[in-house]
């Protein structure tokens, strides 16, 4: 981490490539994020507003807080991360206070990327209170509305939020100038598969036998995380069979395989 006018900050060094699939995707981020950073001056000339937010909604597991990291390196954005459940669980008043605190940091740090992880615990469809009193998630969510609108002014900072539920986010949310982009990322199909286990093997010793293509057929459903998982636990199975392997066997990879079952289903895939 390095320190720009007194604020902590931190470029991911996650790279466009070290996501598997998504090629779509990720052309659309750069657009939306590396672009009015990186040229900023033609967005300028041009008279473009860049984008202040993306909402990016997908099941767990399949690297929405991974593509916020890339498009922060790719930018040589500041990165700072905010989570709507931990948010929701402080006390009265200190969601409020760190949000704010997170913008300010943003603003000094710029460029940033506020990655707002688990947003529709803090964004989610207002009303059902009572009339005068407010609940925890609406003051949440009109402080981060309240921030968002002033980005206006400030260059340089983008938010990123990321759900497992879209349906159950406040419309307000989705108004021009705010999350302008609305974009899911997918459970990977069978090329992205093979692509996210040639990433996860990169670094590993694999014999000739392994066939990723193969793996890569097998493990429908399989999350990104899970087919991470897939690569490291052959890697122990390796060495739990002898502690001095120097390769890592289509049989270890068989093995592990046998014994994981996604945790996606058919029907949780938009
Ligand atoms: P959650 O909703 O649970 O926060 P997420 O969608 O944000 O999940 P990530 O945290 O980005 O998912 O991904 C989890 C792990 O899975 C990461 O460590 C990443 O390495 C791996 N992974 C997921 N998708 C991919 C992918 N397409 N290519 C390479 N690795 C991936």
Redesign the pocket.
Known sequence: PSITRGVTVDIPKVSWD?????KDLKKKLQQAVEWPIKHSAAFARLGISPMRGVL?H????????????AAAHAAQASFFSLSGAELYSMYVGEGEALLRNTFRRARLAAPSIIFF??ADVVAAKRGGSSRNSTTVGERLLSTLLTEMDGLEQAKGILVLA?T?RPHAIDPALMRPGRFDLVLY?PP?DME?RY??LR??TRNMKIGDDVDLRRIAEDTELF??????GLCREAGIVALRENISATLVSNRHFETVKLSLKPALTRDEIE
């Open positions: 070290d996501i598997g699939g998504l990016l997908g099941p767990p597991g399949c690297s929405k807080t991974t593509l916020a990291k992880d688990e990321a497992n990322v990977p992205a692509e996210i990433v996860h999350t990104g995380a899970e087919l991470e």
